[in-house]
Structures are given as C-alpha cells and as structure tokens.
C-alpha cells in the first residue's frame, strides 16, 4: 500500500468520523453534565469536536479495517481531544479520568448483555484464541510504526489460561506525541469495564502507560474482573 493512501485514510473518512462523534455526543454531554456546570457542557462538547477533527489527519495509519485497533484508535482520539479541552477548563486530571470512565461504563451498558455473554466466552473459545495468536503474530511484524506489538502467552490453567503481552502500544506512542502522557493510563482502565461487562476472567499487574515494560493481559475463565474505577494506582495516593 502507497505512503499517499496510508496517508489519506482518515482524512477521506473525515465526515463520516464526525458523524460517529456526534453520535456519541449526547453520551459526552449527559456525563459531562454530572461534572461540569451545564452552561458549559455546549461549549465543551463544540470545542471537543472542533479539536477531534484537527487531529484526524494525524491519526496513524495502522492497517485500516484489517487492524481490530484501528476502532480503539479513532475513539481514543475522541477522547484526546476531549481531555485537552477540559484540561484548558481547569479540571484535574483525576476528574477527568473519572469522566472518561464513566462514559465507557455507559457505553458498555448500552449492549445487550447475551450479545456481551457471547463475546466473553468466544474470547474463551479455541477461535478466539487462534484469532489473538494470529493477531500477536502480524503485530511482530512491525508493519505500522504506530501500532502495536504484542505476544500470545500460553497459560499453566492454574494461574491463568492465555494471556497477551503487549511490548508496544499505539495510544501510548500516539499520546505521547500530544503531551497527553498522565492521560495515557486512565484509558487502560477501559480494559476493566469492558472485560468486566463480558465476564471474561481479566487481570493484568502493569501497563506500559504507567512506566512497566509490558502490558500484562491475562485471562482465566471463572475469575473475577476488577471494575475500573478508581485504577489501583490511583487508590494507592
């Protein structure tokens, strides 16, 4: 694939991407209502948009549709964009990882619970796990430089089943670039709410976000999931 198509992407999907935000904007605004004095939301939720269509063009090619990520990658940056704005507003950035947070909650609340059964045990299921081998495998071959890098860990059953370690991370890179590095780490509590909505059995011990070497994924049928709120280190302050 040529640099210019690469390149052209997200930039040739720019309306539809602000349609998707809009359609999230309603979600934004209800949780930023709860925080936020409600003459305000407005003006957030329009400079949020404005901001999310500036970073478009820069968001990094990783393999298009092809790259599950790519999705994560795009909503994150929704969510970049949102935490600079409130960042000029003068909120913490504790108050804005609680934001955030809860707005994923809302998000995972929103799908029916047999559909988020069946997607906790397919990650279970031998498909899934060959589908995570394969998708460890292309990521070790370091096509995207913004992407990420991972590994497929076999597990004893005892301790865990399977896990993934993941040794590069595209938000993290990504973020880094926007001087959005405290935010970085609020977002790897997403990993929570979402396995937790899917009762999948995850644990992790360390994040690349918070300074470690990897991101420690791992999954064992049967546990529990911690919720995502507040993240361990936070409590630990």
């Known amino acids: 694939m040529t640099k210019e198509v690469r390149d052209d992407y997200y930039t040739s999907q720019k309306e539809s991407l602000l349609r998707t935000f809009d359609g999230k904007a309603k979600r934004f ?10 003459q305000s939301t407005g003006g957030i939720i329009h400079a949020t948009r404005r901001g999310f269509a500036g970073l478009i063009p820069e968001i990094p090619y990783i393999g298009g549709k092809e790259n599950g990520l790519t999705q994560d990658l795009i909503d994150c940056t929704m969510l970049l964009a949102l935490y600079r704005v409130l960042r000029r507003e003068g909120l913490r950035i504790e108050e804005i990882g609680q ?6 909650k809302r998000r995972a609340q929103s799908y029916p619970r047999l559909a988020l059964k069946l997607l906790g045990k397919l990650i ?17 071959e370091r096509r995207y430089p913004g992407g990420w890098v991972s590994v497929y860990i076999d597990g004893d059953g005892t301790e865990f089943d399977f896990g993934i370690d993941y040794l590069e991370c595209g938000l993290c890179k990504f973020f880094h670039q ?6 970085t780490p609020y977002l790897c509590q997403f990993d929570y709410v979402q396995q937790r909505a899917m009762r999948t059995g995850f644990f992790r011990s360390m994040t690349l976000a918070e300074g470690a070497e990897r991101c420690d994924f791992r999954w064992k049928r049967g546990a529990d999931t911690r919720p995502g709120w507040p993240p361990h280190w936070l409590e630990q302050t």
């Open 124 to 140: 279970h299921s031998p498909l899934g796990r060959n589908r995570l081998k394969q998708t460890c495998r292309r990521s070790q």
């Open 99 to 104: 934001i955030v947070i809860e707005m994923e």
């Open 178 to 183: 926007h001087d959005a590095d405290e935010f």
């Open 29 to 38: 605004a209800e949780i930023l209502a709860l925080h936020v004095d409600d």
